[in-house]
């Protein structure tokens, strides 16, 4: 999303949930779409802590992922 540019129509008025590989990222841009008036929360320690803890990684077909 381009700086100043406005949430897509399918992300405006619904909880959105931010994740990155290890959560640094994910943490600025949920403070950023929460400055910008959506509802936003970050999965704090990224991919790296979904996976540490037993939590499904799967690709878009729905198969067995992985972190790169």
Same mark, same amino acid.
């Given at each position: 999303?381009?700086?100043?540019?406005?949430?897509?129509?399918?992300?405006?008025?619904?909880?959105?949930? *931010?994740?990155?590989?290890?959560?640094?990222? #994910?943490?600025?841009?949920?403070?950023?779409?929460?400055? &910008? $008036?959506?509802?936003?929360?970050? *999965?704090?320690?990224?991919?790296?802590?979904? #996976?540490?803890?037993?939590?499904?990684?799967?690709?878009? &077909? $729905?198969?067995?992922?992985?972190?790169?």
């Amino acid at each position: 999303m381009p700086a100043g540019a406005g949430l897509p129509p399918a992300a405006q008025g619904r909880p959105l949930v *931010v994740i990155c590989h290890s959560g640094h990222r #994910s943490q600025r841009a949920a403070r950023i779409l929460t400055e &910008r $008036g959506a509802e936003a929360v970050d *999965v704090k320690g990224g991919m790296n802590a979904w #996976s540490a803890v037993g939590l499904p990684v799967v690709d878009g &077909r $729905g198969s067995s992922g992985s972190i790169a």
